[in-house]
Nanobody
Framework: QVQLVESGGGLVQAGDSLRLSCAAS????????MGWFRQAPGKEREFVAA????????NYADSVKGRFTLSRDNAKNTVYLQMNSLKPEDTAVYYC?????????????????WGQGTQVTVSS
């Protein structure tokens, strides 16, 4: 009932910036937060960041803290992930998802309605 579409990925050089967008559509009535995850080849999906419905609270993984910034525009049903100072280690498919319940936790099973992902590749 909820569709998420990620966009904004691409191929960039180390130190560059990208802004990912996650647009939600469908019958969305949740007031819970949204999150971003990423998955590199051969690795488990890992938590990147989460943001509350109001945008007033965020949670960032240590690996991206200080470099990535979450924001959202509820009028557009869209959440943004601004990624600065990108590193080759950031290379992955990035997914957005809706939280199942209150909180900003990092567990994959705390989220639902996953998008199809957008590829981010950072060259050294």
């Amino acid at each position: 009932q909820v569709q998420l579409v990620e966009s904004g990925g691409g191929l960039v050089q180390a130190g560059d910036s990208l802004r990912l967008s996650c647009a939600a559509s469908g019958r969305t009535f949740s007031t819970h937060g949204m999150g971003w995850f990423r998955q590199a080849p051969g690795k488990e999906r890992e938590f990147v960041a989460a943001i509350s419905w109001s945008g007033g609270r965020t949670n960032y993984a240590d690996s991206v803290k200080g470099r990535f910034t979450l924001s959202r525009d509820n009028a557009k049903n869209t959440v943004y992930l601004q990624m600065n100072s990108l590193k080759p280690e950031d290379t992955a498919v990035y997914y957005c998802a809706v939280r199942k319940y209150y909180g900003l936790g990092s567990g994959v099973d705390e989220y639902e309605y996953w998008g199809q992902g957008t590829q981010v590749t950072v060259s050294s």
